[in-house]
């Protein structure tokens, strides 16, 4: 069983920076951890994805050059650093783990078997 605590999220205007973290406990191996979000009335969507040594990473289209995702193995987290933020980055965001995408930065959200409870973000003017 592995648990994910979010935290970081918050209010923040146009073009501003947040820094989302997400804590994992349980058997930590290097499998996926990513980041989904999910606006109201959409259906939830990819944003980026490293594997757990940090090595690898993926990114949606639509925040590359903006967000970056990094681990701390040290400290069993996994960062999300948002830059130049848009209102259309509103969402609540969710830290998921794939544990059977070893080494590994899927994309796909039914390969994330274990979900944090999400936290907050929004962006406005």
């Known amino acids: 069983q592995v648990y994910l605590v979010e935290s970081g999220g918050g209010w923040v205007q146009v073009g501003g920076s947040l820094r989302l973290s997400c804590a994992a406990s349980?058997?930590?191996?290097?499998?996926?951890t990513a980041w989904f979000r999910q606006a109201p009335g959409k259906a939830r969507e990819f944003v980026a994805a490293?594997?757990?040594?940090?090595?690898?990473?993926n990114y949606a289209e639509t925040v590359k050059g903006r967000i970056t995702i990094s681990t701390d193995v040290a400290k069993n987290t996994v960062s999300l650093q948002m830059n130049r933020l848009k209102p259309e980055d509103t969402a609540v965001y969710y830290c998921?783990?794939?544990?059977?995408?070893?080494?590994?930065?899927?994309?796909?959200?039914?390969?994330?078997?274990?979900w944090g409870q999400g936290t907050q973000v929004t962006v406005s003017s």
């Open positions: 998921a783990a794939a544990t059977a995408s070893i080494g590994g930065t899927t994309s796909h959200l039914n390969d994330y078997d274990y």
């Open positions: 349980g058997p930590t191996t290097n499998y996926a």
């Open positions: 490293v594997s757990w040594s940090g090595s690898m990473t």
